[in-house]
């Protein structure tokens, strides 16, 4: 079992839905958890970080999680095409040093 | 956010030829960094992990003495890649970690091509 899960998609979403991105996690004990964007050819971005269980908001961008089901997800309201983009999972242990691990990612394609 | 530099951005060198490539964060100092690798359309990978003083972590495959890692100062890292053949061919991309910071920010990264 992998470490942190993402279908590598394609996801098209048509602009101005929702694209909604999942992720789940082998940890239990992680703690922190990240989403990253990443154009092609360009390196990651970070865009969102959560640490709590439920829900935290900035701007378009929703990350929820729930750690009893070890699952994360991103949402993106009123995408746009310049959202398109792989979005990378990320989850850190516990532990001041541990590493971050990453999924595969999800590509977002979002049509005009 | 913080921000994180690498230089070259881009090298082409001779199979044989060893590169040096920086990471440098600039607005923060970095305890910890690390050195990713990614392939066309593949995942990161994670190659070494570097805390300021200290050796290198390497992950399993990742062959020490050939990808050089020195921490050397709370804002730079250098990767050199030794002896570089085609299939070191890659995007190398560092990442940087403040003190009692849970966040990652990347660098830019560095396009690697070895003929």
């Known amino acids: 079992q992998k470490e942190v899960e993402q279908n590598s998609g394609p996801l098209s979403v048509p602009e101005g839905a929702i694209a909604s991105l999942n992720c789940t996690y082998s940890?239990?004990?992680?703690?922190?958890f990240f989403w990253y964007r990443q154009y092609s050819g360009k390196s990651p971005e970070l865009i969102m970080f959560i640490y709590s269980n439920g829900d935290k908001e900035d701007g378009r961008f929703t990350a929820q999680l729930n750690k009893a089901s070890q699952y994360v997800s991103l949402l993106i309201r009123d995408s746009q095409p310049s959202d398109s983009a792989t979005y990378l999972c990320?989850?850190?242990?516990?532990?001041?040093?541990?590493?971050?691990?990453f999924g595969i990612g999800t590509k977002l394609q979002v049509i005009p | 956010g913080a921000v994180v530099s690498q230089h070259p951005s881009w090298v082409i060198c001779k199979s044989g030829t060893s590169v040096k490539i920086e990471c440098r964060s600039l607005?923060?100092?970095?305890?910890?960094m690390f050195w990713y690798r990614q392939f066309p359309k593949q995942s990161l990978m994670l190659m070494a992990t570097s805390n300021e003083g200290s050796k290198a972590t390497y992950e399993q495959g990742v062959e020490k003495d050939k990808f050089l890692i020195n921490h050397a100062s709370l804002t730079l890292s250098t990767l050199t890649v030794t002896s570089a053949h085609p299939e070191d061919s890659s995007f190398y991309i560092c990442?940087?970690?403040?003190?009692?910071?849970?966040?990652?920010?990347f660098g830019p990264g560095t396009r690697l091509t070895v003929t």
């Open positions: 990442s940087a970690r403040g003190y009692s910071s849970y966040e990652q920010y």
């Open positions: 990320a989850v850190k242990g516990a532990g001041g040093y541990q590493k971050v691990t």
């Open positions: 607005d923060f100092q970095a305890t910890t």
């Open positions: 940890d239990r004990g992680s703690q922190s």
